[in-house]
Each structure stands twice: as C-alpha cells, then as structure tokens.
T-cell receptor, first 113, second 110 residues
Framework: EAGVTQFPSHSVIEKGQTVTLRCDPISGHDNLYWYRRVMGKEIKFLLHFVKESKQDESGMPNNRFLAERTGGTYSTLKVQPAELEDSGVYFC???????????FGNGTRLTVT | RKEVEQDPGPFNVPEGATVAFNCTYSNSASQSFFWYRQDCRKEPKLLMSVYSSGNEDGRFTAQLNRASQYISLLFRDSKLSDSATYLCVFLSGNTGKLIFGQGTTLQVKP
C-alpha cells in the first residue's frame, strides 16, 4: 500500500511569490489533514478535509493560504503571496476514520527568502 | 498556557537505560492520547496510543493520569535506534484534529 506522498519535498521561494504544495493521501482515506511545523515550534494543525469538504479550517493562519481537495482525492495547499514567517515543514496526513491513526507524508520543507 | 507541555530535553542516556517522559495537557475534555516518534527531518509516526488503564507494547509502557492531566512514556533497555524526538499528542474534540507537544529529544549513547 502506497503511503501519503507529498510534492515537492523542498521548495525555496522569494517573499511575495506563490507556492503550491500537493498531497496524495492513502487511497480510500476520506480524512485528509494539513499540519505545519515552523522552526522551534510544535506541529500545528491547519485544516481537515472529509472527502472534498473542509471539516475544520480553524488552524489556517490567514487568507494567504488556500487549500483545496477537488474530487476528494489529492489536496493542494497554496500560499500566495508567501511571507518569511511561512517557512517551515508542511505535513499532510490521512486516515480512514477521524479518530483513527494518522499516516503522515514526508513533508514539504518550505523556505521563503 | 500551551495545550500540551513537554520538557524538550535533550535527554542523553546510555544504551540499556530506562527512560521516562512526561507530558501535561490543559484540556480536561481530551479523550484520546498518543505518543508519536519523529526522526530527524522525517515525518511523525505513531508509536503507541495511550489507554486509560495504561498499556504496554514491548519495551514501551504508556500511562494516563486524568486527575493530574498528564501522560507518560517509559521504555526499558534503550537502544541507539531509540534516538529521536518523542511527541505527546492528543485528539481535540471529535473532529480528528491532533494537538502536538513540542517534543522531547532523546539521544541514546553507546
């Protein structure tokens, strides 16, 4: 069984540019989550999809962040325009049930310069 | 106050040592607790769930103390491969949202 895959693994962009991160969850997992870890801080929840619907987006920092999951399969997280404080590791995770174990992807390491 | 508090360490221990980590949480309504392990520059991976009655998994023992609002992780006979960051995690409400602690770093030395 393929795990959660994320692309790209690294991204270096300049302040003001746009970046789109992609996550392919484990096939059949309706629940998809985005988390972020900025330097020196704990991993923090961004949002939760159930299929294509946003179940909880309370962790999204501001309107520069847009997440989509069209068709309920893969998800994208767009940051536009990127700011320096957006640098960190963005993890995607999926689960079959909302209270089931989460399977994390390898993460995308974003550096905004 | 943070929702989850952990001593970041690092904890440096020799091989074979017994190690114990604690973690306190502030939300008394929390129902589900977990320990995740994260290796350097890798994704978090579930180590074990924590049950009310306490549970063991090989060298690892997890316990929950609801009255004092903390969970613990103990592991015996530590190995070099146990070196990692251990994350205390709980499930917030009924939405599947996980709340992570900052993690405790463990370095096992030969």
């Amino acid at each position: 069984e393929a795990g959660v895959t994320q692309f790209p693994s690294h991204s270096v962009i300049e302040k003001g540019q746009t970046v789109t991160l992609r996550c392919d969850p484990i096939s059949g997992h309706d629940n998809l989550y985005w988390y972020r870890r900025v330097m020196g801080k704990e991993i923090k929840f961004l949002l939760h999809f159930v299929k294509e619907s946003k179940q909880d987006e309370s962790g999204m920092p501001n309107n520069r962040f847009l997440a989509e999951r069209t068709g309920g399969t893969y998800s994208t997280l767009k940051v536009q325009p990127a700011e320096l404080e957006d640098s960190g590791v963005y993890f995607c995770a999926s689960s079959q049930f909302f209270d089931g174990p989460l399977h994390f992807g390898n993460g995308t390491r974003l550096t905004v310069t | 106050r943070k929702e989850v508090e952990q001593d970041p360490g690092p904890f440096n221990v020799p091989e074979g040592a017994t190690v114990a980590f604690n973690c306190t949480y502030s939300n008394s309504a929390s129902q589900s607790f977990f320990w995740y392990r994260q290796d350097c520059r890798k994704e978090p991976k579930l180590l074990m769930s924590v049950y009310s009655s306490g549970n063991e998994d090989g060298r690892f023992t997890a316990q929950l103390n609801r009255a004092s609002q903390y969970i613990s992780l103990l592991f015996r006979d530590s190995k070099l491969s146990d070196s990692a960051t251990y994350l205390c995690v709980f499930l917030s409400g009924n939405t599947g949202k996980l709340i992570f602690g900052q993690g405790t770093t463990l370095q096992v030395k030969p």
